[in-house]
Protein backbone atom coordinates (compact mmCIF):
# COMPACT_ATOMS: atom_id res chain seq x y z
CA UNK A 1 0.00 0.00 0.00
CA UNK A 2 1.69 3.26 -0.64
CA UNK A 3 2.38 6.06 1.80
CA UNK A 4 -0.45 8.23 0.84
CA UNK A 5 -2.64 5.87 0.86
CA UNK A 6 -2.27 4.67 3.96
CA UNK A 7 -2.62 8.03 5.53
CA UNK A 8 -5.67 8.83 4.18
CA UNK A 9 -7.17 6.16 5.42
CA UNK A 10 -5.96 6.82 8.81
CA UNK A 11 -7.10 9.99 8.61
CA UNK A 12 -11.05 8.38 8.18
CA UNK A 13 -10.44 6.21 10.69
CA UNK A 14 -9.57 9.43 13.14
CA UNK A 15 -12.59 11.74 11.73
CA UNK A 16 -15.72 12.07 13.89
CA UNK A 17 -18.25 11.19 11.15
CA UNK A 18 -20.86 13.10 13.00
CA UNK A 19 -18.46 16.32 13.10
CA UNK A 20 -17.77 15.53 9.32
CA UNK A 21 -21.86 15.43 8.68
CA UNK A 22 -22.25 18.88 10.36
CA UNK A 23 -19.89 20.82 8.62
CA UNK A 24 -22.01 19.30 5.48
CA UNK A 25 -24.32 21.14 7.12
CA UNK A 26 -22.64 23.99 7.28
CA UNK A 27 -21.21 24.01 4.11
CA UNK A 28 -24.36 24.11 2.37
CA UNK A 29 -25.30 27.26 3.50
CA UNK A 30 -23.49 29.24 1.16
CA UNK A 31 -24.58 33.03 1.60
CA UNK A 32 -24.90 34.79 4.70
CA UNK A 33 -28.15 34.80 5.80
CA UNK A 34 -29.49 32.20 3.54
CA UNK A 35 -32.60 30.71 5.10
CA UNK A 36 -32.91 26.69 3.84
CA UNK A 37 -35.70 24.42 4.71
CA UNK A 38 -35.36 21.10 5.82
CA UNK A 39 -35.78 19.79 2.36
CA UNK A 40 -32.97 22.18 0.70
CA UNK A 41 -30.62 20.55 3.85
CA UNK A 42 -30.91 16.99 2.58
CA UNK A 43 -31.04 18.02 -1.65
CA UNK A 44 -28.01 19.93 -1.02
CA UNK A 45 -25.87 17.45 1.54
CA UNK A 46 -27.15 14.00 0.17
CA UNK A 47 -27.72 13.35 4.05
CA UNK A 48 -30.45 11.33 4.87
CA UNK A 49 -33.76 13.55 6.05
CA UNK A 50 -33.47 11.77 9.37
CA UNK A 51 -29.86 12.44 10.00
CA UNK A 52 -30.12 16.08 8.93
CA UNK A 53 -33.22 17.01 11.53
CA UNK A 54 -30.90 15.57 13.88
CA UNK A 55 -27.56 17.40 13.15
CA UNK A 56 -29.68 21.24 12.38
CA UNK A 57 -30.86 20.46 16.13
CA UNK A 58 -27.91 19.55 17.78
CA UNK A 59 -26.36 22.90 15.93
CA UNK A 60 -29.36 24.74 17.16
CA UNK A 61 -28.43 23.75 20.69
CA UNK A 62 -24.63 24.38 20.16
CA UNK A 63 -25.17 27.66 19.15
CA UNK A 64 -24.31 27.66 16.10
CA UNK A 65 -27.77 27.03 13.69
CA UNK A 66 -30.77 29.62 13.96
CA UNK A 67 -34.58 28.06 13.81
CA UNK A 68 -36.25 30.82 11.72
CA UNK A 69 -39.43 28.98 11.68
CA UNK A 70 -40.90 25.63 11.68
CA UNK A 71 -38.39 23.58 9.53
CA UNK A 72 -36.94 26.63 8.47
CA UNK A 73 -32.73 27.34 9.58
CA UNK A 74 -30.28 29.81 9.01
CA UNK A 75 -26.66 29.03 9.90
CA UNK A 76 -25.23 31.84 12.52
CA UNK A 77 -21.38 30.40 11.27
CA UNK A 78 -20.32 32.81 8.21
CA UNK A 79 -19.21 31.21 5.16
CA UNK A 80 -14.98 31.28 4.96
CA UNK A 81 -15.77 31.91 0.98
CA UNK A 82 -19.11 32.97 -0.73
CA UNK A 83 -19.95 30.65 -3.32
CA UNK A 84 -20.37 31.14 -6.90
CA UNK A 85 -24.35 31.88 -8.47
CA UNK A 86 -24.85 30.09 -11.30
CA UNK A 87 -27.49 31.99 -13.29
CA UNK A 88 -29.19 30.33 -15.88
CA UNK A 89 -30.30 32.97 -18.82
CA UNK A 90 -32.18 31.96 -21.85
CA UNK A 91 -31.95 34.87 -24.13
CA UNK A 92 -34.56 35.76 -27.03
CA UNK A 93 -31.96 37.17 -29.29
CA UNK A 94 -34.03 38.13 -32.19
CA UNK A 95 -34.21 41.88 -31.62
CA UNK A 96 -32.32 44.77 -30.39
CA UNK A 97 -34.33 45.06 -27.32
CA UNK A 98 -33.30 41.25 -26.61
CA UNK A 99 -29.78 41.69 -27.63
CA UNK A 100 -29.87 44.99 -24.96
CA UNK A 101 -31.00 43.14 -22.18
CA UNK A 102 -27.97 40.69 -22.56
CA UNK A 103 -25.31 42.64 -22.98
CA UNK A 104 -26.97 44.87 -19.76
CA UNK A 105 -26.99 41.53 -18.20
CA UNK A 106 -23.47 40.29 -18.72
CA UNK A 107 -22.40 43.42 -18.20
CA UNK A 108 -24.11 43.14 -14.77
CA UNK A 109 -22.43 39.91 -14.21
CA UNK A 110 -19.22 40.58 -14.81
CA UNK A 111 -19.52 43.27 -12.42
CA UNK A 112 -20.06 40.43 -9.59
CA UNK A 113 -17.56 38.05 -8.56
CA UNK A 114 -20.39 35.76 -7.49
CA UNK A 115 -22.07 35.13 -10.65
CA UNK A 116 -21.33 32.75 -13.11
CA UNK A 117 -23.63 33.36 -16.32
CA UNK A 118 -24.97 30.56 -18.19
CA UNK A 119 -26.22 31.69 -21.00
CA UNK A 120 -28.51 29.89 -24.19
CA UNK A 121 -30.23 30.89 -26.78
CA UNK A 122 -33.91 30.67 -27.46
CA UNK A 123 -33.75 31.95 -31.35
CA UNK A 124 -37.37 33.15 -31.41
CA UNK A 125 -38.24 28.90 -31.53
CA UNK A 126 -41.01 27.47 -28.71
CA UNK A 127 -38.95 24.06 -29.66
CA UNK A 128 -35.75 25.83 -28.74
CA UNK A 129 -36.70 27.32 -25.39
CA UNK A 130 -37.79 23.75 -24.49
CA UNK A 131 -34.64 21.86 -25.13
CA UNK A 132 -32.51 24.72 -23.20
CA UNK A 133 -34.87 24.26 -20.03
CA UNK A 134 -33.72 20.90 -20.03
CA UNK A 135 -30.24 21.95 -20.60
CA UNK A 136 -29.76 24.34 -17.90
CA UNK A 137 -31.55 21.72 -15.65
CA UNK A 138 -28.66 19.17 -16.23
CA UNK A 139 -26.65 22.37 -15.74
CA UNK A 140 -28.04 22.85 -12.34
CA UNK A 141 -27.96 26.42 -12.35
CA UNK A 142 -29.26 28.08 -8.87
CA UNK A 143 -31.70 30.69 -11.25
CA UNK A 144 -32.89 31.14 -14.34
CA UNK A 145 -33.88 34.17 -16.18
CA UNK A 146 -36.45 33.22 -18.62
CA UNK A 147 -36.66 35.27 -22.04
CA UNK A 148 -39.23 34.11 -24.39
CA UNK A 149 -42.22 34.72 -26.45
CA UNK A 150 -44.31 31.46 -27.14
CA UNK A 151 -47.09 32.15 -24.43
CA UNK A 152 -48.27 28.17 -25.06
CA UNK A 153 -45.13 26.32 -24.18
CA UNK A 154 -44.53 28.77 -20.72
CA UNK A 155 -46.33 26.51 -18.14
CA UNK A 156 -44.18 23.14 -19.73
CA UNK A 157 -40.64 25.71 -19.51
CA UNK A 158 -41.91 26.17 -15.75
CA UNK A 159 -42.82 23.14 -15.09
CA UNK A 160 -39.54 21.77 -16.20
CA UNK A 161 -38.09 24.20 -13.50
CA UNK A 162 -40.37 23.77 -10.76
CA UNK A 163 -39.71 20.07 -10.19
CA UNK A 164 -35.70 20.48 -10.51
CA UNK A 165 -36.32 23.22 -7.48
CA UNK A 166 -35.33 26.33 -9.55
CA UNK A 167 -36.74 29.06 -9.23
CA UNK A 168 -37.31 31.31 -11.97
CA UNK A 169 -37.56 35.13 -13.19
CA UNK A 170 -39.59 35.59 -16.05
CA UNK A 171 -39.01 38.26 -18.37
CA UNK A 172 -41.81 40.56 -20.63
CA UNK A 173 -43.63 37.10 -20.65
CA UNK A 174 -45.34 35.58 -17.75
CA UNK A 175 -44.22 32.18 -16.59
CA UNK A 176 -46.57 30.13 -14.09
CA UNK A 177 -45.05 30.42 -10.90
CA UNK A 178 -42.09 32.57 -12.21
CA UNK A 179 -41.17 36.10 -10.50
CA UNK A 180 -42.36 38.47 -13.36
CA UNK A 181 -39.74 41.42 -14.47
CA UNK A 182 -40.63 43.50 -17.23
CA UNK A 183 -43.14 46.01 -18.21
CA UNK A 184 -46.43 47.59 -16.93
CA UNK A 185 -47.85 47.02 -20.43
CA UNK A 186 -51.01 48.05 -19.64
CA UNK A 187 -49.58 51.38 -18.33
CA UNK A 188 -47.46 51.60 -21.13
CA UNK A 189 -50.55 51.11 -23.55
CA UNK A 190 -52.34 54.46 -22.17
CA UNK A 191 -48.96 56.32 -22.37
CA UNK A 192 -48.65 55.79 -25.78
CA UNK A 193 -52.59 56.19 -26.58
CA UNK A 194 -52.67 59.59 -24.85
CA UNK A 195 -49.87 60.69 -26.81
CA UNK A 196 -51.35 59.46 -30.34
CA UNK A 197 -54.62 61.29 -29.49
CA UNK A 198 -52.71 64.31 -28.28
CA UNK A 199 -50.82 64.50 -31.35
CA UNK A 200 -54.25 63.67 -34.02
CA UNK A 201 -56.37 66.45 -32.14
CA UNK A 202 -53.28 68.73 -32.86
CA UNK A 203 -52.83 67.94 -36.50
CA UNK A 204 -56.07 66.39 -37.64
CA UNK A 205 -58.58 69.00 -37.25
CA UNK A 206 -60.41 66.95 -39.37
CA UNK A 207 -59.86 63.86 -37.32
CA UNK A 208 -58.77 60.83 -37.91
CA UNK A 209 -60.30 57.82 -40.37
CA UNK A 210 -59.37 54.66 -38.90
CA UNK A 211 -57.35 52.97 -36.29
CA UNK A 212 -54.67 49.95 -37.63
CA UNK A 213 -53.38 48.09 -34.40
CA UNK A 214 -50.06 45.74 -35.44
CA UNK A 215 -50.24 43.26 -31.86
CA UNK A 216 -48.68 39.69 -31.28
CA UNK A 217 -50.80 37.59 -30.54
CA UNK A 218 -48.55 34.26 -29.17
CA UNK A 219 -47.12 36.02 -26.49
CA UNK A 220 -50.39 36.28 -24.75
CA UNK A 221 -52.55 38.55 -23.04
CA UNK A 222 -50.22 40.52 -20.85
CA UNK A 223 -48.04 41.71 -23.81
CA UNK A 224 -51.80 42.41 -25.50
CA UNK A 225 -52.16 45.47 -22.80
CA UNK A 226 -50.36 47.74 -24.35
CA UNK A 227 -53.04 47.56 -27.23
CA UNK A 228 -55.59 47.66 -24.89
CA UNK A 229 -54.27 50.84 -22.77
CA UNK A 230 -53.70 52.53 -26.43
CA UNK A 231 -56.94 51.83 -27.24
CA UNK A 232 -58.14 53.59 -23.59
CA UNK A 233 -55.81 56.21 -23.93
CA UNK A 234 -56.80 57.34 -27.66
CA UNK A 235 -60.25 57.06 -25.97
CA UNK A 236 -60.09 59.62 -23.49
CA UNK A 237 -57.98 61.98 -25.63
CA UNK A 238 -60.44 61.76 -28.67
CA UNK A 239 -63.91 62.64 -28.29
CA UNK A 240 -65.19 61.09 -31.82
CA UNK A 241 -62.87 57.45 -31.07
CA UNK A 242 -66.11 54.93 -30.97
CA UNK A 243 -66.44 56.02 -34.73
CA UNK A 244 -62.66 55.08 -35.78
CA UNK A 245 -63.06 52.16 -38.01
CA UNK A 246 -60.40 49.36 -36.12
CA UNK A 247 -57.81 47.13 -37.97
CA UNK A 248 -56.29 44.14 -36.15
CA UNK A 249 -53.27 42.75 -37.71
CA UNK A 250 -50.25 40.23 -36.20
CA UNK A 251 -47.45 41.39 -35.72
CA UNK A 252 -45.17 37.92 -35.27
CA UNK A 253 -41.84 38.07 -37.48
CA UNK A 254 -38.83 39.99 -38.47
CA UNK A 255 -39.33 43.58 -39.91
CA UNK A 256 -39.33 42.16 -43.23
CA UNK A 257 -42.61 40.08 -42.74
CA UNK A 258 -44.40 42.36 -40.72
CA UNK A 259 -43.71 44.97 -43.23
CA UNK A 260 -45.28 42.35 -46.38
CA UNK A 261 -48.22 42.44 -43.77
CA UNK A 262 -48.17 46.19 -43.99
CA UNK A 263 -47.54 46.63 -47.33
CA UNK A 264 -50.67 43.99 -48.20
CA UNK A 265 -53.22 45.90 -46.15
CA UNK A 266 -52.47 49.18 -47.79
CA UNK A 267 -52.64 47.69 -50.81
CA UNK A 268 -56.39 46.74 -50.20
CA UNK A 269 -57.39 49.82 -48.65
CA UNK A 270 -58.00 53.29 -49.77
CA UNK A 271 -56.02 56.01 -48.44
CA UNK A 272 -57.67 57.42 -45.01
CA UNK A 273 -55.89 59.07 -42.06
CA UNK A 274 -54.54 56.18 -39.67
CA UNK A 275 -53.50 56.13 -36.82
CA UNK A 276 -51.03 53.21 -35.36
CA UNK A 277 -50.67 51.40 -32.24
CA UNK A 278 -47.88 49.17 -32.27
CA UNK A 279 -46.97 46.53 -29.87
CA UNK A 280 -43.23 46.90 -30.25
CA UNK A 281 -41.05 49.63 -32.17
CA UNK A 282 -40.20 46.46 -35.24
CA UNK A 283 -44.35 46.40 -35.77
CA UNK A 284 -44.09 50.85 -35.67
CA UNK A 285 -41.23 51.13 -37.75
CA UNK A 286 -42.88 48.52 -40.30
CA UNK A 287 -45.72 50.55 -40.28
CA UNK A 288 -43.93 53.75 -41.22
CA UNK A 289 -41.86 52.45 -43.90
CA UNK A 290 -45.39 50.66 -45.55
CA UNK A 291 -47.12 53.85 -45.53
CA UNK A 292 -43.77 56.43 -46.51
CA UNK A 293 -43.07 53.57 -49.72
CA UNK A 294 -46.55 53.80 -50.68
CA UNK A 295 -46.24 57.54 -50.74
CA UNK A 296 -48.79 57.96 -47.98
CA UNK A 297 -46.37 58.82 -45.05
CA UNK A 298 -48.48 62.14 -44.58
CA UNK A 299 -51.57 59.75 -43.77
CA UNK A 300 -50.38 58.16 -40.86
CA UNK A 301 -49.24 58.42 -37.56
CA UNK A 302 -47.32 56.11 -35.25
CA UNK A 303 -46.58 55.10 -31.52
CA UNK A 304 -43.92 52.31 -30.53
CA UNK A 305 -43.30 50.69 -27.46
CA UNK A 306 -39.54 49.90 -26.32
CA UNK A 307 -37.40 52.98 -27.01
CA UNK A 308 -35.01 50.68 -29.02
CA UNK A 309 -32.28 52.50 -31.22
CA UNK A 310 -33.78 52.39 -34.24
CA UNK A 311 -36.86 54.10 -33.23
CA UNK A 312 -34.49 56.98 -31.29
CA UNK A 313 -32.91 57.36 -34.54
CA UNK A 314 -36.53 57.54 -35.98
CA UNK A 315 -37.21 60.03 -34.13
CA UNK A 316 -34.61 62.20 -34.97
CA UNK A 317 -35.52 62.03 -38.45
CA UNK A 318 -36.53 65.58 -39.75
CA UNK A 319 -40.88 65.21 -39.99
CA UNK A 320 -40.63 61.69 -38.77
CA UNK A 321 -44.54 60.36 -38.73
CA UNK A 322 -43.70 58.37 -35.41
CA UNK A 323 -44.81 60.27 -32.83
CA UNK A 324 -43.25 58.50 -29.99
CA UNK A 325 -41.80 55.00 -28.40
CA UNK A 326 -42.02 53.76 -24.48
CA UNK A 327 -38.69 53.20 -23.26
CA UNK A 328 -38.51 50.36 -21.04
CA UNK A 329 -34.78 50.88 -20.81
CA UNK A 330 -33.66 47.43 -21.60
CA UNK A 331 -30.05 48.02 -20.77
CA UNK A 332 -30.90 48.74 -17.13
CA UNK A 333 -32.88 45.49 -16.88
CA UNK A 334 -29.07 43.54 -16.19
CA UNK A 335 -28.72 45.48 -12.32
CA UNK A 336 -31.93 44.86 -11.45
CA UNK A 337 -32.21 41.19 -12.66
CA UNK A 338 -28.89 40.67 -11.07
CA UNK A 339 -30.07 42.07 -7.70
CA UNK A 340 -33.73 39.96 -8.08
CA UNK A 341 -31.98 36.84 -8.47
CA UNK A 342 -29.27 36.87 -5.14
CA UNK A 343 -32.68 38.33 -3.28
CA UNK A 344 -34.72 35.73 -4.18
CA UNK A 345 -32.29 33.24 -3.67
CA UNK A 346 -30.96 34.77 -0.44
CA UNK A 347 -34.99 34.06 0.61
CA UNK A 348 -35.73 37.95 0.95
CA UNK A 349 -39.22 38.84 0.62
CA UNK A 350 -39.93 40.09 -3.21
CA UNK A 351 -42.92 40.92 -5.01
CA UNK A 352 -44.26 38.62 -7.45
CA UNK A 353 -43.87 41.14 -10.22
CA UNK A 354 -41.59 43.89 -10.66
CA UNK A 355 -41.92 46.89 -13.21
CA UNK A 356 -39.70 48.62 -15.25
CA UNK A 357 -39.74 52.22 -15.41
CA UNK A 358 -40.88 53.92 -18.41
CA UNK A 359 -40.98 57.24 -20.41
CA UNK A 360 -42.11 58.31 -23.88
CA UNK A 361 -39.63 59.43 -26.08
CA UNK A 362 -40.50 62.01 -28.68
CA UNK A 363 -38.77 64.24 -30.88
CA UNK A 364 -38.28 66.69 -28.44
CA UNK A 365 -36.57 64.79 -25.61
CA UNK A 366 -34.87 61.93 -27.12
CA UNK A 367 -31.58 63.46 -27.13
CA UNK A 368 -32.14 64.55 -23.49
CA UNK A 369 -33.02 61.10 -22.27
CA UNK A 370 -30.48 59.18 -24.91
CA UNK A 371 -27.59 62.30 -25.17
CA UNK A 372 -24.88 59.71 -25.92
CA UNK A 373 -26.94 58.71 -29.25
CA UNK A 374 -26.67 62.03 -30.75
CA UNK A 375 -22.72 61.67 -31.35
CA UNK A 376 -23.21 60.53 -34.64
CA UNK A 377 -26.01 62.36 -36.92
CA UNK A 378 -29.13 60.30 -37.76
CA UNK A 379 -29.10 59.66 -41.06
CA UNK A 380 -32.44 60.27 -43.37
CA UNK A 381 -34.72 56.80 -43.18
CA UNK A 382 -31.75 55.37 -40.12
CA UNK A 383 -34.83 53.99 -38.42
CA UNK A 384 -35.09 51.34 -41.20
CA UNK A 385 -33.91 50.06 -44.09
CA UNK A 386 -34.07 52.99 -46.50
CA UNK A 387 -37.15 53.27 -48.98
CA UNK A 388 -35.53 51.85 -52.61
Known amino acids: MKPDQSAAQDRDRNAAQAVVRACQILSCFHREGEVLQLADVVARTGLSRTTAFRLLTSLVQGGMMERVERGEYCSLVRPIVSRSIRLGFAAQANSVFSQTVSEGLQRAAAANDRIHLIMVNNRYSAREALRNAEHLVREQ ?173 ELRRRNTRLVGSVAYFPERYGEDLVRLAINILDHKPVPSAVFAKHKLLTAQNVDLVYPLDGEEPALPGHGFPPIP
Not at 183 to 204: D, F, Q, T, V
Not at 205 to 215: F, M, T
Open 141 to 313: VDLVLEFQTYQRVAPSIAACFLEANIPVIAIEIPHPGATYYGANNYEAGLIAGRALGRWAKKHWPEGAEQLLLLELPIAGPLPGLRITGTVEGLRTELPAFDRLNTIHLDGKGDFEQILGVVRRFIGRSRPKRTLVGAVNDMCALAALRGFEEAGLGHLCSVVGQNGTLEARN
